[in-house]
C-alpha cells in the first residue's frame, strides 16, 4: 500500500509524487471560455482580472468572474464593494447549499459582469481546494453557468499547492501577471512548473504573461526567450489603475485620460487575443528553470 492510500479525501493525480484534494469529475464548466489569473502576491491580479472581465464584457461576452482568496476583494472595483463569500454564506446554512439561492452568494458588476467570491478556509485549517469545488458546485446546481460566455478566476497569490491550483482544473488558459523583477519572475517560473504538471491531466495550458506596474519588460523578455513563454500584455505603472482601485472603479467607469485611454485599449487587445487562443486552440509550453539557473539568469549583476 502507498503511504498515502489511507488518506481519505486524497489521490495522487496531478503530477507525479503529487498528493492533491479530490475534485469531483463530475462538476465540470461546459460551453464558457475558461481563464486562471496566478502570479506573485501583491502583483496586481484583482486589477488585472477586474479590467479583463470588464474588457470581455465590452466585447459583448457574459463574463463571471470568481474571486479565490479570503481577502474576498477580486471583484471590488466591479461592484463597488465587498461581497460576502461563498464558504462564509455556506456555514450559515450549516453546508445545507439546497438552502442558498443565486442572489445569496452572486452579485452583478459593471456592464452586466457576474461576481463570486469563494474566499477561502480560516487560517491553518482546511483547503482553498474545497472552496473552489464548492463554488462551482453551487454555480452548476443554480445552471448559472449555462449564460456564461467567460469565466475569470483570480486565485490567491503564487500559492501553488493543489488547493490552491485546483482552478486549473476548469480553465482552458492560465494567465500569470508579473513584473520585471526577480521575485515576480522567480513566482513565474513556480507557476509555470504547477500548470504544467496540471496540463498532463486536464486541459489547461499556458496562455502567456502580463508584465503590471512596470516601465520595462527587458528582465521578463529576457526570461521568456529562455524558457520559450511569450508577454501578452504590458500594463505600464500609471497612477490611473491605482486611483481606479481607491475610486472602487474599473479602468472602464473612469473619466478619460491618455493614460487610461491606452490602458483600456490594451485589456481589451488582451481579452481579443485570450478568445482567440482558446478557439484557435493556440497554449504554449514553456520550460521552467530549475533555481540555480534562474539565479544565474536573473539574480546577479
Not at 130 to 151: I, M, N, R, S
Not at 192 to 207: C, D, F, G, P, W
Amino acid at each position: 500500500m502507498s503511504p498515502r492510500d489511507d488518506i481519505p479525501n486524497l489521490r495522487a493525480l496531478d503530477g507525479e509524487g503529487s498528493v492533491q484534494v479530490h475534485q469531483d469529475a463530475e462538476i465540470k464548466i461546459e460551453g464558457a471560455k475558461v481563464f486562471s489569473v496566478y502570479g506573485k502576491g501583491g502583483i496586481g491580479k484583482s486589477t488585472t482580472s477586474s479590467n479583463l472581465s470588464a474588457a470581455f464584457s465590452m466585447l459583448g461576452k457574459r463574463v463571471l468572474q470568481i474571486g479565490c482568496d479570503p481577502k474576498h476583494d477580486s471583484t471590488f472595483t466591479l461592484t463597488g464593494r465587498l461581497q460576502p463569500t461563498v464558504i462564509d454564506i455556506l456555514k450559515e446554512v450549516d453546508f445545507h447549499s439546497e438552502e442558498l439561492r443565486p442572489e445569496d452568494y452572486i452579485s452583478e458588476g459593471f456592464n452586466g459582469v457576474m461576481c463570486v467570491e469563494a474566499g477561502g478556509p480560516p487560517a491553518g485549517t482546511g483547503c482553498g481546494g474545497y472552496v473552489v469545488g464548492q463554488t462551482v458546485k453551487l454555480l452548476k446546481q443554480h445552471h448559472l453557468l449555462e449564460d456564461t460566455d467567460v469565466v475569470i478566476f483570480d486565485v490567491l497569490g503564487d500559492v501553488v499547492c493543489g488547493g490552491f491550483a485546483a482552478p486549473l482544473q476548469h480553465a482552458d488558459r492560465a494567465l500569470i501577471v508579473t513584473a520585471n523583477d526577480f521575485d515576480s519572475i522567480y513566482a513565474m517560473n513556480r507557476i509555470i512548473a504547477a500548470v504544467q504538471a496540471k496540463s498532463s491531466n486536464y486541459k489547461v495550458r499556458l496562455a502567456g504573461c502580463v508584465a503590471n506596474r512596470s516601465r520595462d519588460t527587458d528582465e521578463i523578455d529576457r526570461y521568456c526567450a529562455r524558457v520559450g513563454f511569450n508577454r501578452i500584455a504590458h500594463m505600464p505603472d500609471i497612477d490611473a489603475i491605482r486611483r481606479s482601485r481607491l475610486k472602487k472603479k474599473t479602468l472602464f467607469e473612469m473619466d478619460d485620460s491618455d493614460d487610461i485611454v491606452m490602458a483600456r485599449a490594451e485589456y481589451l487587445r488582451l481579452a481579443k487575443n485570450l478568445w482567440h487562443s482558446v478557439t484557435a486552440d493556440e497554449g504554449v509550453s514553456p520550460e521552467p528553470l530549475p533555481d540555480r539557473e534562474i539565479f544565474e539568469l536573473l539574480g546577479f549583476d
